[in-house]
């Protein structure tokens, strides 16, 4: 299959190799037709950039602004699409989670100065190198690995104390599941986050409005009720994954990954300097 260099813009995640996974070697499958969703992950993950900023800056400068929070539960699931879509397309698994591995390892003092985190509490780079393990296991199936690798990734998630902890495992797995079909992506997403919610209590108010749902007619009452706690608004990412962006931004993969560590710093010199 030919692809412009247009289009080629268009099907190059960060952090993976851009080159066709296949043309040249017709033995192995071309993943990019398989995948439903937006394949821009440059621009996905900046938005999502944006997002933790305003989750951790929530959390660490305006913990009395619960709304930043709830706009920081966008960021996860653009990850995690984001690592999707780079291990569909890396010519190397192993190194794809070599640079995932090393970016968690040198951001983590960092999320613990900005954050006031201790190593015991791992950033998000910990979850996404289980999930992205189990993810390599459930594609090679090697003695059982489609078996093994998913339960050991999630056993670990909870054991390690990995961020969203197996939960947040668990939904890489489902929404790889149904990466080839756009109606299948948002049913994950829709199912698992109206689930995940059910772990927090309903939101009273948004922006200062109180939230009265339960005077609303039902079904519309209990719909809304579902949708009004902390994670459901993981929802707000699902048009950004499943509408796909003509163009992609160019950025070095070496920024990509750097960006993450420093928002922490960021983080951490603001709290110095107001608080």
């Known amino acids: 299959m030919t692809v412009s260099r247009n289009e080629s813009s268009v099907f190059s995640p960060s952090g993976a190799d851009s080159r066709p996974v296949s043309g040249s ?3 192995r499958p071309d993943h990019r037709i398989r995948l439903a969703g937006n394949t821009a992950t440059r621009i996905l993950k900046i938005i999502a950039l944006v997002f933790m900023f305003i989750d951790h800056s929530g959390k660490m400068l305006f913990p009395g602004v619960a709304e930043m929070r709830y706009l920081g539960r966008i960021a ?11 291990f569909e397309y890396t010519r190397s698994v192993p190194k794809y989670l070599l640079r995932v591995v090393l970016v968690g390892l040198a951001s983590q003092p ?64 489902l929404l790889w599941a149904v990466r080839n079909t756009r109606p299948g992506i ?42 009004n706690r902390m994670e459901s ?15 992609d931004w160019k950025m070095p993969a070496w920024l990509s990954y750097g960006l993450y560590p420093a928002h922490l710093l960021l983080l951490w010199v603001l709290e110095k300097i107001f608080l």
Not at 76 to 86: F, T
Request: hydrophobic share 55%; net charge positive.
């Open 25 to 27: 070697d017709p033995a």
């Open 76 to 86: 996860y699931p653009l990850y995690v699409w984001c690592m999707i879509v780079g």
């Open 110 to 173: 960092l999320y613990m100065l900005a954050l006031n985190h201790t190593w015991n509490q791992p950033n998000i780079f910990l979850t996404l190198s289980l999930a992205l393990c189990g993810l390599w296991g459930m594609r090679e199936t090697k003695f059982f690995s489609h078996l093994w690798a998913p339960a050991a990734a999630v056993l670990l998630a909870g054991v390690l104390g990995a961020d969203y902890g197996w939960k947040g495992v668990l939904f890489v797995f």
């Open 186 to 227: 948002a049913a994950v997403m829709i199912a698992y986050f109206l689930f995940w919610g059910t772990y927090y209590p309903i939101t009273p108010s948004l922006f200062g409005f109180p939230l009265r749902l339960s005077s609303l007619p039902e079904p519309l009452s209990s719909i809304l009720t579902a949708l």
């Open 233 to 247: 608004y993981g929802l707000l990412a699902m048009p950004l994954i499943l509408i796909r962006f003509k163009h």
